[in-house]
């Protein structure tokens, strides 16, 4: 079980004061990848910005998955990788291929499916024991800071009595929603707002330990 931070920014400069915070307590990061045509909201795109973090070869020990909610996801696995990422989660909802985009993402690092809110589990084309992990949205995709949605969760449920995969949620977690996607079955938790959050005074160093304790107590 673990707490991954997200980052969801537009901005490069805020992408690396939040990749610079996180590194001080986890060695793994989740970057949201944005297009504009996914959902309406875009992010930073340029991959060969995080090559100083995310290549293996700089020594930083960090490990970076990339979150795509794109267009043809696939197009962007070659050079989110040759950054240096090493996880890779596709959308199915604009993903042509399921399994040429698993294929693919394969020879670059792990691959894992993800589903949006409206999106059924029956979406899923490819067979589980072909990925690494599952990502279920817990809020709709595109936004940070959204209320998490527990009705979610039974999709965690069912595709866990299918596989033993990591199920991985994202959206609105939370010291107050870990508890609920651990009785589901989840097992990786993307935190973003709740990590970053600027009114909280205590960091996000003692956000993220906020979170770990959660996890530790249930």
């Known amino acids: 079980m673990e707490i991954i931070p997200g980052i969801l920014e537009k901005d490069w400069l805020e992408i690396e004061?939040?990749?610079n915070l996180a590194k001080q307590f986890s060695k793994n990061i989740h970057i949201d990848v944005i297009d504009g045509k996914f959902a309406p909201n875009t992010t930073f795109l340029d991959?060969?910005?995080f090559t100083k973090y995310a290549n293996p070869s700089t020594g930083s020990g960090l490990f970076f998955e990339a979150h795509l909610m794109v267009e043809e996801p696939i197009e962007y696995l070659k050079p989110f990788?040759?950054?240096g990422f090493r996880r890779f989660l596709g959308h199915v909802e604009k993903m042509s291929d399921q399994v040429e985009f698993?294929?693919?993402a394969q020879l670059l690092g792990e691959v894992g499916l993800v589903i949006d809110t409206p999106t059924p589990i029956e979406a899923l084309e490819v067979p589980m024991d072909d990925l690494d992990c599952l990502l279920v949205m817990t809020v709709k995709a595109g936004f940070s800071g959204q209320e998490f949605m527990p009705e979610m969760l039974k999709k965690v449920k069912d595709l866990g009595s299918k596989t033993n995969i990591p199920i991985e949620i994202d959206g609105g977690v939370s010291d107050i929603t870990i508890p609920e996607g651990l009785k589901a079955g989840a097992?990786?938790?993307v935190?973003?707002?709740f990590i970053f959050n600027p009114s909280a005074s205590s960091g996000p160093q003692n956000q993220y330990q906020v979170l770990c304790t959660c996890l530790q107590n249930h």
């Open 17 to 19: 004061k939040k990749i």
């Open 47 to 49: 991959p060969t910005s």
């Open 81 to 83: 990788a040759e950054a």
């Open 102 to 104: 698993v294929a693919q």
């Open 187 to 189: 097992n990786r938790f």
């Open 191 to 193: 935190a973003t707002s």
